[in-house]
């Protein structure tokens, strides 16, 4: 799917409706989402780490899951020569 376009798999969210979590909780959770990337997902163990309930920290990662995709950038450009 293309970057930007609502993907219709995806619930609609209602203007106003964010993630409740303040700012210090979201950066710590996207802290410890990057550091346990690729391994089994335990949301136990990262909501002990928060302070929070497992159910808590799978609906913040519901709630991430609905955003939009943000583009990559190319992981190399190619160069002008071909080479």
């Keep these: 799917m293309a970057a930007g376009l609502p993907d219709p798999a995806r619930p609609a969210r209602p203007a106003g409706w964010g993630l409740p979590a303040k700012p210090q909780v979201t950066l710590r959770l996207l802290r410890m ?8 997902w335990n949301a136990t163990q990262i909501g002990q ?3 929070l309930s497992y159910h808590t920290v799978n ?3 519901d709630y991430s899951r609905g955003l939009p995709d943000p583009p990559l950038p190319p992981w190399h450009a190619k160069s002008a020569s071909g080479s």
């Design 49 to 51: 780490s928060l302070g």
């Design 33 to 40: 989402l990057a550091a346990v990337n690729g391994q089994a």
């Design 59 to 61: 609906s913040y990662l």
